[in-house]
């Protein structure tokens, strides 16, 4: 098997990501290899007339017309339903296009979970390291 780590970002367990789209910035994530879908903290969810209206960390409604509906395994392993949007994010120096699962984490410590979906073959997480920006 040949190694493709040099092509690798190197991030830690902790990261400062931002949402250009949704103008959310400077918001810490855990990185989380045991995930495998990304999830984000939101306060507010309702379905109108087939829009998706989210508050996430501000009072600032976003309205999405795209968006998807999944079941999920939550952090006490019981599957739920949530709704999906596509955004942009920035990771370690990368700008990518993503998938996040919507959901209270008003309880978790995080708002952003990163979960290995959108790390493979693009970072190395390295669990001493906490807001590499991508080393």
Do not use: W
Request: glycine letters at 6%; one cysteine or more.
């Amino acid at each position: 098997m040949q190694s493709t780590s040099h092509k690798l970002k190197i991030i830690g367990r902790r990261e400062f990501v931002e949402f250009p789209l949704l103008n959310m910035n400077q918001l810490v994530a855990k990185i989380d290899t045991g995930a495998y879908s990304n999830a984000i903290h939101c306060k507010y969810i309702e379905l109108k007339k087939d829009k998706l209206h989210v508050k996430f960390l501000d009072d600032e409604v976003h309205i999405f017309s795209d968006f998807a509906q999944k079941k999920i395994k939550n952090s006490s392993g019981e599957m739920e339903e949530r709704f999906i949007i596509q955004t942009k994010i920035h990771l370690g120096g990368k700008k990518i296009n993503t998938r996040m699962s919507l959901t209270d984490r008003g309880n978790m410590r995080y708002p952003i979970l990163i979960g290995r979906r959108l790390l493979k073959r693009k970072f190395l997480v390295d669990v001493n390291l906490i807001f590499t920006n991508g080393l």
